[in-house]
């Protein structure tokens, strides 16, 4: 039977078992990459996905590994693993992990996560019981194994998520160490969005005679995005921030920048705006992370402010637009970064803000997805004020005045004086009458520039 012709879980040969569970969770016609994979990983073989998030692999890679598991129940002797799934961050190993336990829910598997930032004791415990399925951050994997806690000379099936987020990481070296320690006789599964040389080069090591998936060319964006560009200054890029959010077409938005401090700050200048956001990066507890992921999951917090190694995980439906506050270092990061809209069939947007200093990323960004991304620049005199919505809707909100966000009440600004809009922490005139309010912060003070320095990228320690 050929691929294309495969268009319902139900003529890709999974067991009753899984498609009950699939019905449950609402699933009847499989994505393209779960098309190609799932026949071909029900064989035995080994596989090769290029693929993005958002394009199910969880799912392409779950449900066999879940079938083979049934296929040959037995229980898993202590300590060890009959399923090893590798993720770069906390945040995907743990989605990853209520995948398996959402599709095997009438299997009786044994899943785990064993990820950093939390208490060894419990982890211990799990791993001490045996598993069918382990899901792991490398470092955190490591610390068990020194410590002699799990052994993986039982493990069947292996897969490696997002293997180039891996290399960014600096995480190539454990994985290797790691895969050292698995017999050489098992199922291999590797996933990368894209394939830069080392990628590739632990690919080759790692499979053998592989079938290769690829879903989306390699550093492309997601043609349902509607992608703008920003042209404005650094120090009045949280007010073009506010009046973006504030549009009643934007809803649940990720806000990437560049450093942890930069989404802490971004976080508190919305948040005095009446706008209610949260920031999730590597300085923040797993709690801390867990409960802004929830509140965004949930609607109570619309905004997400991220960094790209904490968001590199977040696979929220129902995302409808990504906003770059600042530009990636990296190129690559970018198609990720926007990759988080437009999931599931949806349309989305991203909106990135972009200022002198940043133009070079801008140009390299344009040049790897090789296409220009429409501009406007916000400091030239004709430039359309951002409260006339594109498209032909009405400006702003209701009677054309901004909306505010997560309960907020709406801006009430009185041009004819120019007082500041009430709940805003600007002062000076409103933004929607063509003049642009004084840059402050919650507390009235001018802010400090953020975009006039580069710091270097968030380090790799936090997906431990």
């Known amino acids: ?51 993005q998030t958002g394009t199910g ?24 693993v009959r399923a090893l799934v590798l993720a ?15 599709y095997g829910r009438f299997a009786r598997i044994q899943v785990a996560c064993i990820v950093g930032g939390v208490s060894l004791g419990p982890q211990r415990q799990a791993l001490a019981r045996g598993l069918d399925v382990l899901v792991a951050t490398p470092g955190r994997l490591l610390d068990h194994m020194s410590n002699g806690a799990v052994r993986l000379d039982r493990t069947e099936v292996v897969v490696l998520d997002e293997a180039d987020h891996m290399l960014d990481l600096g995480f190539v070296v454990p994985i290797r160490k790691i895969l050292a320690k698995l017999p050489k006789e098992r199922q291999n599964l590797f996933f990368s969005a894209t394939m830069p040389k080392e990628i590739a ?87 801390q992370r867990e409960r802004a992921l929830d509140s965004f999951r949930g609607g109570s917090c619309p905004v997400l402010v991220a960094t790209d190694i904490a968001a590199r995980g977040i696979d929220v439906d129902g995302v409808t637009h990504v906003v770059n506050f600042e530009l990636p270092d990296v190129a690559e990061s970018y198609v990720h970064r926007i990759g988080r809209t437009a999931r599931a069939g949806a349309d989305g947007a991203a909106f990135t803000l972009c200022d002198d200093e940043e133009r070079h990323l ?4 344009e040049k790897l997805t090789r296409q220009s991304i429409p501009a406007t620049d916000r400091r030239q005199p004709g430039a359309r004020p951002l409260s006339e919505a594109p498209r032909g809707a009405a400006p702003g909100g209701r009677n054309g005045k901004p909306q505010g966000r997560g309960g907020a009440k709406p801006a009430q ?21 063509g003049q642009r309010p004084a840059h402050a912060n919650a507390g009235g003070r001018p802010a400090r520039n953020d975009g006039n320095r580069r710091p270097a990228r968030e380090a790799g320690g936090f997906s431990r």
């Open 362 to 365: 801008l140009r390299a960004i």
């Open 201 to 287: 080069g632990l690919a080759g090591d790692m499979l053998r005679n592989p079938v290769q998936v690829s879903v989306t060319p390699v550093a492309t964006t997601a043609e349902r995005i509607r992608q703008e560009v920003y042209h404005v200054e650094s120090t009045r890029k949280r007010d073009l921030l506010v009046e973006l959010l504030r549009r009643p077409e934007v809803k649940r938005t990720i806000v990437f920048t560049r450093t942890k401090r930069g989404a802490d700050k971004v976080a508190q200048y919305l948040t005095a705006a009446e706008i209610s956001a949260a920031a999730i990066h590597g300085n923040k507890s797993q709690n």
């Open 413 to 433: 600004g009185k041009p004819a004086n120019g007082k500041p809009a009430h709940g805003r922490p600007a002062q000076g005139k409103p933004a929607h009458g």
């Open 1 to 51: 039977m050929k691929v294309e012709s495969l268009t319902q879980f139900t003529d890709l040969g999974l067991v009753e078992t899984l498609l009950r569970a699939l019905r449950e969770e609402g699933y009847t016609t499989p994505t393209p990459i779960q098309a190609q994979s799932i026949p071909t990983l029900l064989q035995g073989r080994d596989l090769l996905g290029i693929a």
């Open 88 to 102: 770069p961050t906390r945040e995907l190993a743990a989605q990853i992990a209520e995948s398996f336990r959402a």
């Open 57 to 80: 692999k969880t799912a392409a890679f779950a449900l066999p590994i879940i079938q083979r598991l049934i296929a040959n129940p037995r229980r898993p002797e202590p300590g060890s």
